[in-house]
């Protein structure tokens, strides 16, 4: 992912971030529209900020990626991007399966009807009771990422008279070529097992008790948005596979991860074909059942957080316009210095005359900023925006800092629309908390 300094070039405009976007269009009394629903009905009914996603985009990206892929790769919606029950719904509808990395997830998965044994837990510190409920389910594939995870699965699932469905995940020491923060294919990052030491754990998991290995995974990183990355980790893969067959292991699987990266700016991002392409370049004669687990692909260019503008401060070298929308709604401009598309939702106030200004929540962190430098019309309290992109790791990393409720999110299905999670309560923030008696009395 590039920072914000990253990039050339003049910052696209409003007009020109709208107009390379298909769902999104402006009508001249309406204001933005997403699928054909105005943004500002759902504004004005649920207030801001708020949480938009399209129903309609996530199902033809997912089709549009599943056609890549047919007779290729099966693919397992990384849940962490976002865990919605409408979005997991939707894609467990379409036939995915899901990539879970908790206990939780794994339950909401669950819940949205996602069949155990089309589901997939990652993670590198997976604890006793989740790899114990997850056996007990009878999940579909376990990747396990160290030797001391393989001994404490093997001794689970011999205790529980189970046989725990093993994949290895591999450290190929690939740069995914994205951001320090979302990189995890280098050998310093704590993902992974190290490739050299690999076929001697492979072996351990075809003798150890309680585990049946069904072949490797690979995760190199997140909003990868070129090919050579993809092709040198599985080219690796592809290696290894040989290798561990010709000493007479079976390996029947590879699990590729995630980390299409999609356009937040004006980058190339990877196309399907261009993913599909490289899986059968480096893996096409090996005879494995392949799986993808993509989460931001799916599910970023879905979604928008809505916002409106609480006031213009004055400043210099720019004024400050401040939202109600802050760093607890959309982290990752002030976590990873990602770039996200603001337009405004008024028609007229997109065509205006650009003057250059500084986005900004309300949190006491001066890393509360969602924009430096950025070309939008003039904007006034009350004036509202939508922050594109924020489909993928937006409403799941929100927080509450500051006592900020949870913001409302809404799904859009062609010209319908529906709440599909209220604005938090005031008194929901401090729900389950309770002073002590010792505290009640002193003073
Ligand atoms: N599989 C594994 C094992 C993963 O760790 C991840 C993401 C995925 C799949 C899905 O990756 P995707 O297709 O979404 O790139 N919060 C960061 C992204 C963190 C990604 C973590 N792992 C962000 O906002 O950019």
Request: aromatic share 6%; with cysteine; hydrophobic share 50%.
């Amino acid at each position: 992912m590039a920072a914000d300094n990253d990039f050339s070039g003049p910052d696209p405009t409003p007009a020109d971030l709208i107009a390379a976007r298909p769902p999104f269009s402006y009508h001249a009394m309406d204001g933005l529209l997403l699928e054909g629903v105005a943004l500002n009905a759902i504004a004005d009914s649920l207030g801001t900020p708020t949480w938009v996603y399209a129903a309609g985009v996530m199902r033809a990206r997912y089709r549009a990626l599943a056609a890549a892929l047919a007779g290729l790769a099966a693919i397992h919606y990384a849940v962490k991007a976002n865990d919605h029950l409408a979005v997991l719904r939707l894609f467990a509808s379409l036939g995915a399966g899901a990539d879970v990395v908790s206990g939780g997830e794994l339950a909401r998965a669950r819940r949205a009807g996602i069949a155990p044994g089309r589901i997939i837990f990652s993670g590198v510190g997976k604890t006793a009771a989740e790899l114990r409920c997850a056996l007990a389910a009878g999940i579909g594939q376990i990747n396990v990422e160290s030797a001391e995870e393989l001994a404490m699965l093997s001794a689970i699932a011999s205790d529980m008279g189970r046989e725990a469905p093993v994949v290895l995940r591999v450290n190929p020491d690939i740069d995914a070529k994205t951001h320090p923060k979302i990189t995890t294919g280098l050998r310093g990052n704590k993902f992974g097992i190290p490739f050299d030491a690999v076929p001697a754990l492979y072996a351990e998991a075809a003798r150890l008790p309680g585990l049946r290995p069904l072949g490797l995974a690979v995760h190199i990183g997140s909003q990868i948005t070129e090919a050579g990355p993809y092709r040198a980790a599985l080219t690796r893969l592809a290696g290894l596979v040989r290798d561990l067959r010709a000493t007479g292991l079976p390996v029947t699987r590879l699990d590729c991860g995630g980390g299409l990266g999609i356009a937040y700016r004006d980058e190339a991002a990877l196309a399907p074909a261009v993913l599909a392409g490289v899986l059968r370049a480096t893996l096409g004669g090996l005879d494995l059942d392949l799986v993808i687990e993509p989460g931001r692909w799916l599910v970023g260019p879905a979604g928008v957080l809505l916002a409106s503008v609480v006031l213009v401060k004055n400043a210099a070298p720019r004024p400050f316009v401040v939202l109600d929308a802050a760093m607890n709604d959309l982290l990752r401009p002030a976590l990873y210095e990602a770039w996200h598309g603001i337009v405004p939702l008024a028609a007229k106030d997109a065509k205006a005359p650009p003057i250059a200004v500084d986005i900004v929540g309300p949190v006491c962190e001066s890393g509360d900023s969602f924009a430096t430098d950025r070309p939008l019309p003039p904007l006034v309290p009350g004036s509202r925006v939508a922050i594109l992109e924020a489909g993928a790791y937006g409403a799941v990393m929100s927080s509450t800092y500051n006592a900020r409720p949870l913001a409302a999110a809404a799904m859009i299905d062609g010209a319908q629309w529906a709440v599909i999670r209220p604005r938090q309560r005031e008194d929901d923030l401090w729900r389950g908390e309770s002073v002590p008696p010792f505290i009640e009395a002193s003073g």
